[in-house]
């Protein structure tokens, strides 16, 4: 790799003083390696083999769920990523740095053992605790997703020499300015950026200080295995969970309730449609902070009665195999993973134009597309697709095609490819 030289992992630059601490977050160092707890002697250099041969990589997250939302698209891909990475090959770990919560709670159901620093994301301690992981665990890769992380993992690295991966999952058109100066000054300590989309990758160009070539687009994927649409009995179970009467059409939407997701324009549509086509039913799936003010928009617009808040659906194939229509709203975004999971399962597509979206969509092939905050638009798309079945099936079949390019087990090799370019750029 190109720019400064860097010290050999686990040795602090020569122009740095580094005592690397103990760290005094109980059960970490059971968790994670319990053969050199309490152990005060320096870390040695570690080949790129590693010591059992794998390429150990942490990564490191913010946070598990976003308020009140008991998971987001980034733990989602934790859980899809760990156990299809080569295991002879790689060591993974998941590290968070806020304290244990509802949404790593859910992490351990999914199989998933994240250790938790109980730190706050400005928190001064967050980089001994991660020094002190470091000496432990000897990684090659600090693997990086969000905003403080992405610091964190930088200073760490520039004291260690352990490569630092950061992961831009987003399109965030409210950047802090704290960020962009933080991102200026580390971005010499920066080895690869990942990003998941291309128009995330020029968002890293112009506002995280990434040159374009230290950029990787790896685009998201599903589990594409675990979205085939289910038998009829499936089906007509959960249209009774959620109080849709047989043969009436359904549009619906399955993501966060937050700004981002642009649930506040699908509720606007739909009192649009309603007055056209009084029969349709609306499902809005997942949790937020947002869900009671999205209920108090439905009863103000009058559809509170059209207008199933499913809440947080784990079975999400089920959900999805009741929408004759999958919306997707956002006003900004990576690429989510459930359009990778409406595509698979076959799903009629009517979306906003919005940054990856945009790159996985195609007009009028595989989807309808409407610019973001459009009410009226989505509205039309929504129409003209129950009105003319026909489109709706053309859509559908092409989308459940390309959903083949999006395996998150292609998503899992590019990943492996990156580690080992970062390591065999060491």
């Known amino acids: 790799m190109g720019g400064p030289s860097r010290p050999e992992p686990g040795r602090a630059d020569a122009n740095h003083s580094v005592r690397i601490p103990r760290l005094r977050r109980a059960g970490v160092f059971r968790r994670l390696d319990p ?85 706050g994301p400005f928190h001064p301690a967050v980089v001994t605790d991660l020094l002190a ?55 010499g300590r920066t080895d690869l950026g990942v990003a998941v989309s291309d128009s995330t990758r ?29 038998g009829l009995e499936r089906v007509r179970a959960e249209r009774a969970r959620l109080g849709l009467r047989e043969g009436e059409p359904v549009v619906g939407a399955v993501g966060r309730m937050d700004e981002q997701k642009g649930m ?49 659906c784990e ?28 595509m698979a399962m076959g799903r009629v597509i009517a979306s906003t134009t919005v940054d990856g979206l945009a790159e996985v969509l195609r007009h009028r092939e595989n989807a309808l597309l409407v610019p973001p905050r459009d009410p009226d638009a989505l509205a039309g798309a929504v129409l003209e697709l129950l009105a003319d079945p026909g489109l709706a099936g053309r859509l559908a079949a092409q989308a459940a095609a390309d959903s083949r390019r999006y395996d998150v087990s292609r998503t899992v090799r590019e990943l492996e490819a990156v580690y080992e370019e970062l390591v065999g750029g060491g």
């Open 35 to 119: 053969h050199v707890r309490g152990s005060r002697r320096s870390v040695s250099p570690v080949s790129a083999a590693g010591r059992d041969g794998r390429i150990k990589v942490l990564h490191l997250c913010d946070k598990f769920g976003i308020r009140e939302s008991r998971t987001h698209g980034v733990s989602r891909l934790f859980t899809w990523w760990f156990p299809r990475f080569d295991r002879s090959r790689y060591d993974v770990r998941l590290v968070g740095i806020r304290p244990e919560d509802g949404a790593s709670a859910h992490l351990r159901t999914q199989g998933l053992d994240p250790v938790c620093l109980g730190r």
């Open 133 to 187: 992981l470091v000496r432990a665990e000897r990684p090659h890769v600090l693997h990086a997703h969000g905003y403080a992380t992405s610091n964190y993992a930088r200073i760490v690295g520039a004291l260690t020499g352990v490569r630092v991966l950061i992961h831009e999952h987003t399109s965030f058109p409210s950047i802090p300015f704290y960020q962009r100066a933080i991102d200026r000054a580390l971005a």
């Open 202 to 230: 020029d968002f890293m160009v112009r506002y995280r200080s990434l040159p374009a070539e230290k950029i990787r687009v790896v685009y998201n994927g599903a589990p594409l295995e675990e979205f085939i649409p289910p």
């Open 264 to 312: 506040t324009y699908l509720l606007q549509a739909a009192a649009r449609i309603l007055r056209r086509r009084p029969d349709v039913r609306f499902v809005l799936a997942g949790d937020g902070h947002l869900l009671e003010r999205h209920r108090e928009e439905a009863r103000a617009l009058g559809i509170a009665e059209r207008t199933v808040f499913a809440g947080f």
């Open 315 to 342: 079975d999400v194939p089920a959900l999805q195999s009741v929408l004759d229509i999958q919306a997707f709203p956002s006003i900004y975004e990576g690429t989510p993973l459930t359009v990778f999971e409406a």
